[in-house]
């Protein structure tokens, strides 16, 4: 399978505080190269981000990044029943290489209030590539005209005819995960919320790639996916569901300059491309990505 080469133009963590709760995110946005990357949070919140652990901000910029992630670094397929390890495709069980296949990157939080249960947040499904939001969860693309060298299984119940152009899309197998790594919990989610087209389908990418190869391949039973995000209380600061709950921050020993304990906690954020998603088209190489990841903070419930 060819290489998706796609890298990452900018991102953007912003840290805020609205009524009772808390938000926070991360915006990416993917071109051929990166050009700029910027984490910073905002003056009226003492929530806090590192790389290290040891040297907290308000701001992480490129440079910063740099220190984790390849200025050359492109997506590669592979797939991951854990979200924590990967293989480097759907075929081979050779390990997928964290910021050489998948983008890999370990965040520190810390904050002195009680907003400290932390989830993904806020999933908008058919962001515009052109137009995206300013706040929100999204993975966004702006997709790749194709047209494959055989008939094949688009859907259950639909072919795609040899040479019939569509626009294909990176962002419907893409995957990101959430690894606590001082509690071995990892999360997995698809944020195109199209379960139907999801991990091991019989259809779609498998079919074409099949009917090209003259094989049967097929994918070992899938890992437990979250399509849906947590819902939040209107009125109270708590969330009503937990679906993608991925931290608490600790107590720990240390104080703030006025004298209130920091709680701290650490994250794995991993970002692939599915290599047995339904969507995992070759096409999809050139795409761009635009991707943002909101987390908003609440009240742990008693």
């Known amino acids: 399978m060819?290489?998706?080469?796609?890298?990452?133009?900018?991102?953007?963590?912003?840290?805020?505080?609205?009524?009772?709760?808390?938000?926070?995110?991360?915006?990416?946005?993917?071109?051929?190269?990166?050009e700029q990357i910027r984490l910073s949070a905002t003056s009226n919140t003492d929530l806090e981000i590192s790389l290290d652990g040891i040297d907290y901000y308000t701001s992480l910029d490129?440079?910063?990044?740099?220190?984790?992630?390849?200025?050359?670094?492109?997506?590669?397929?592979?797939?991951?029943?854990?979200?924590?390890?990967?293989?480097?495709?759907?075929?081979?069980?050779?390990?997928?290489?964290?910021?050489?296949?998948?983008?890999?990157?370990?965040?520190?939080?810390?904050?002195?209030?009680?907003?400290?249960?932390?989830h993904l947040a806020d999933n908008i499904v058919n962001?515009?590539?052109?137009?995206?939001?300013?706040?929100?969860?999204?993975?966004?693309?702006?997709?790749?005209?194709?047209?494959?060298?055989?008939?094949?299984?688009?859907?259950?119940?639909?072919?795609?005819?040899k040479d019939e152009k569509r626009i294909y899309y990176a962002k419907d197998a893409m995957r990101v995960s959430f690894y606590n790594p001082n509690t071995n919990e990892s999360k997995i989610f698809d944020l195109s919320g199209n379960e139907e087209r999801g991990y091991g389908k019989s259809f779609g990418a498998t079919d074409y790639l099949n009917k090209v190869l003259n094989e049967d391949n097929k994918a070992k039973t899938g890992p437990k996916t979250i399509y849906e995000l947590s819902q939040f209380s209107e009125t109270d600061p708590y969330s009503i569901t937990d679906n993608s709950r991925i931290l608490i921050l600790e107590q720990t020993n240390e104080k703030n300059t006025d004298g209130r304990y920091f709680y701290k906690g650490e994250i794995v954020m991993n970002i692939w491309?599915?290599?047995?998603?339904?969507?995992?088209?070759?096409a999809i190489q050139g795409d761009h990505l635009k991707m943002q990841f909101m987390f908003r903070a609440v009240m742990t419930k008693q």
Do not use: C, H, Q
């Not at 890298?7 to 963590?13: E, I, K, Q, V």
């Not at 590669?76 to 979200?83: A, P, Q």
């Not at 491309?273 to 070759?282: T, V």
């Open 62 to 118: 490129k440079e910063m990044l740099d220190l984790k992630v390849a200025s050359n670094f492109k997506f590669n397929e592979v797939t991951s029943l854990d979200g924590i390890t990967f293989k480097d495709n759907r075929f081979n069980d050779v390990n997928g290489r964290a910021n050489n296949d998948y983008l890999s990157v370990r965040f520190y939080f810390r904050t002195s209030t009680r907003y400290r249960e932390i």
């Open 273 to 282: 491309l599915e290599g047995w998603d339904a969507d995992a088209f070759d």
């Open 127 to 161: 962001a515009d590539y052109n137009n995206v939001p300013t706040s929100g969860t999204f993975i966004s693309s702006k997709g790749v005209s194709w047209s494959p060298s055989v008939d094949y299984l688009y859907g259950p119940n639909e072919t795609v005819k």
């Open 2 to 34: 060819r290489k998706l080469y796609i890298s990452l133009l900018t991102a953007l963590m912003v840290f805020t505080f609205l009524s009772t709760t808390a938000y926070a995110w991360i915006a990416l946005a993917t071109v051929n190269r990166i």
